[in-house]
């Protein structure tokens, strides 16, 4: 048998074989895995023999060589990655499932060979195939699960930064924002984001600005700050500065975010300055 033929051979077994081996690779996942596998419902246990069937047929279209035959592996191992990151599945638990597929298929071959005049080497060639197929899997599964938990991970950082920059409405019209520890990019744009959306939802026009929680104060933080302010301003929304020690202070006239000239916005050395201001404020309006 020729080179070529020997792998076109394999290629038609797995094809023809695919439904058999899916069940072979079932009965390896319930003898390791008996909690997650044995018993199974008809319609899941139907389901996970057609994925199984899947994976064995698209092994056997591409034991022969395509030109896009890594593609279709790294593809399916993919979808595979997706589907069990979603699931909350664990990655290494998965790719010691996948060593369980290899080792049905594996067997196969091996079954195949009996009575054949193949060598020693030609088996390995078609085992170093599979092997390679199942390598691009793994390699397509490990980046879509990455991806998944990356997203995931951004998610609740999302969710996590919403809530460390609550706006607390304290009167008519008016509400507080307290901005506690260090503030980067990603958090400054988060917090200018929320803060314009809340602000227009509670139909706000003052917005206490609390920074008796920030200790770290550098170019980057005034630059966030400046860049809150200028929102709210263009939003018509009236902003109070309170908590600001000494050093902020400094660096907030140097920029020139506040003066003695400047009224947009107004700064008070504490909270409770400003909502007593704030009140009589609104008291003046009723």
């Known amino acids: 048998m020729t080179h070529s033929h020997y792998y076109s051979f394999f290629q038609e077994q797995l094809q023809t074989h695919s439904s058999t081996i899916a069940s072979s690779i079932l009965e390896l996942l319930e003898k390791h895995y008996p909690k997650e596998y044995s018993g199974l419902a008809e319609n899941d246990q139907k389901d996970m023999l057609s994925f199984l069937e899947k994976v064995v047929t698209m092994i056997g279209n591409n034991i022969v060589e395509k030109e896009d035959s890594t593609q279709k592996a790294t593809d399916l191992g993919e979808n595979i990655g997706e589907a069990v990151a979603k699931r909350q599945g664990i990655l290494s638990d998965y790719i010691s499932k996948l060593s369980l597929y290899k080792e049905a298929i594996w067997t196969f071959v091996e079954g195949q060979m009996q009575g054949r ?33 990356q997203r995931k991970l951004h998610d609740y950082e999302e969710k996590y930064l919403k809530l460390s920059t609550p706006i607390v409405p304290i009167m008519d019209h008016v509400a507080i924002l307290p901005i506690i520890g260090e503030i980067d990019e990603k958090r400054a744009n988060v917090i200018i984001e929320e803060t314009l959306r809340e602000a227009n939802e509670l139909d706000i026009d003052w917005l206490v600005i609390d920074l008796s929680g920030v200790y770290h104060v550098d170019d980057l933080f005034m630059s966030h700050l400046e860049k809150l302010l200028t929102s709210l301003e263009i939003l018509g929304l009236k902003p109070v500065l309170t908590g600001m020690r000494p050093d902020l202070s400094m660096r907030a006239v140097q920029m020139g975010l506040v003066s003695k000239t400047k009224e947009d916005v107004i700064t008070k050395a504490t909270l409770k300055q400003a909502v007593a201001m704030l009140y009589d404020q609104t008291a003046q309006r009723s």
Do not use: P
Request: glycine content about 4%.
């Open 117 to 149: 005049n193949e060598s020693f080497k030609e088996l390995m060639d078609i085992v170093n195939r599979i092997d390679t197929l199942f390598n691009y899997m793994v390699h397509g599964f490990t980046l879509a699960f990455s991806k998944v938990e």
